[in-house]
């Protein structure tokens, strides 16, 4: 957390000095608008760490009430559909009319399809395809499947993938926890 912490900082005080000039250029203001876009997103990456590490640290008490299954993953599309344009990813979803309804945690299942398909896009990369897919399982359960087209996880990374903290991606934005909180909650 602190090193979006100080990113927050350091871009603050350089809007602060950029304001306290009686005049301020075209240069200036594009400037301090990319400092305070970055203010926005590290402040958001803060969010979503601390949330993580919340989840991850401490179930939440389950709100376990019959549930359609579709529903919660076209929720969970919606929220994703368009990081999914931005990057250029297509993305296919295939509901089965044939579904019980389940009990469940729809706010859980919803970041367990969330984190598995921000998974998947990055994956892919630009140009990439995934899908998802619902299915009935067994005898009154649902199989929810995602797929995409990347390169898959190397064999000396399978075994960590649902170790908290642990990232094969480069980004700094990544916490390592998307996996583990899916995996608990699951």
Known sequence: ???PLFGILTYARLCLKDLEKTEI???????????IGIIERES??????IRNLLTYARQ??????????NQIVDRSVTLIRHQLNLQGVALEV??????????CDAGQVQQVVLVLLTNASEATGEGGHLSIRTEPWETDGVKIVVRDDGP???PQNLAQIFEPFF???EEKLRTGLGLAVAKSIV
């Open 152 to 154: 898959g996880i190397s």
């Open 167 to 169: 990232t094969t991606k």
């Open 44 to 49: 958001r990456r803060c969010g979503d760490i």
């Open 1 to 3: 957390v602190n090193n």
């Open 25 to 35: 250029s075209d240069d200036s203001r594009r400037r301090m608008l990319g400092n």
């Open 60 to 69: 939440a008490p389950r709100k376990r009430e019959r549930n359609d299954v």
């Open 94 to 103: 295939q509901a089965s009319h044939a579904l019980p309804e389940i009990i």
